[in-house]
């Protein structure tokens, strides 16, 4: 199975500070057909996840472009540029390239 | 409008089987694919298994031997059904729609196994 090692596992951030999180896959995540499955979600405390990122750097509906993603291959970065108090909650990576699907352990972002 | 809602018991005993459904509006089964993923609680997330659209499923690797995914499509329902329950697998399950797509999660429901 593809590993998902999601770091920092915790952020603390002011209103208005930019942040990255890591997440780094133990194989390619390019499919077969040239896409690569990697999305990021964030669940708000007591929430659903609700997808922020599909395909290494598509904005979700409705997902303000204070969040970005980037990467290839094994290597992915989701940025927040100018954190809200919305923001808050834990953000997980999931790869969707390989059967079995799986997820990173998460990265909780606290507001000081 | 997409919708999907999960359904279930609140309390299963250890050993016995859980049986969840999975009821989607707004969307065809056989148009998107349904997932199930589950959190115990204070941790992280697990995918649990797919039923794709034409009917065909795929599984985590870890819960295949207990885990079964089917669906009515007529009823737009996609059923999980897991056996030989233990207090590990106390967790909210989810579905959401697609395999790579995870585009809408239902609100979830909290599986407590206890005897």
């Known amino acids: 199975d593809v590993v998902m090692t999601q770091t920092p596992p915790s952020l603390s951030v002011a209103i208005g500070q930019s942040v990255s999180i890591s997440c780094k896959s133990s194989q390619s995540l390019v499919h077969s057909d040239g896409k690569t499955y990697l999305n990021w979600l964030l669940q708000n405390p007591g929430q659903s996840p609700k997808r922020l990122i599909y395909q290494v750097s598509n904005l979700g509906s409705g997902v303000p472009d204070r969040f970005s993603g980037t990467g290839s291959e094994k290597d992915f970065t989701l940025k927040i540029s100018r954190v809200e108090a919305e923001d808050l909650g834990v953000y997980h990576c999931v790869q969707a390239t390989h059967v079995p699907f799986t997820f990173g352990s998460g990265t909780k972002l606290e507001i000081k | 409008q997409v919708q999907l809602k999960e359904s279930g018991p609140g309390l299963v005993q250890p050993s016995q089987t859980l049986s969840l459904t999975c009821t989607v509006s707004?969307?065809?089964?056989?148009?998107?694919?349904v997932s199930w993923v589950r959190q115990p609680p204070g941790k992280g997330l697990e995918w649990m298994g797919v039923?794709?659209?034409?009917?065909?499923?795929a599984y985590n690797s870890l819960l295949k031997s207990r885990l079964s995914i089917s669906r009515d499509i007529s009823k737009s329902q996609v059923f999980l059904k897991m056996n030989s329950l233990q207090t590990e697998d106390t967790a909210t399950y989810y579905c959401?729609?697609?395999?790579?797509?995870?585009?809408?999660w239902g609100q979830g429901v909290m599986v407590t196994v206890s005897s």
């Open positions: 039923i794709w659209t034409g009917g065909s499923t």
């Open positions: 959401a729609r697609g395999a790579a797509l995870f585009d809408y």
């Open positions: 707004g969307f065809s089964l056989t148009s998107y694919h």
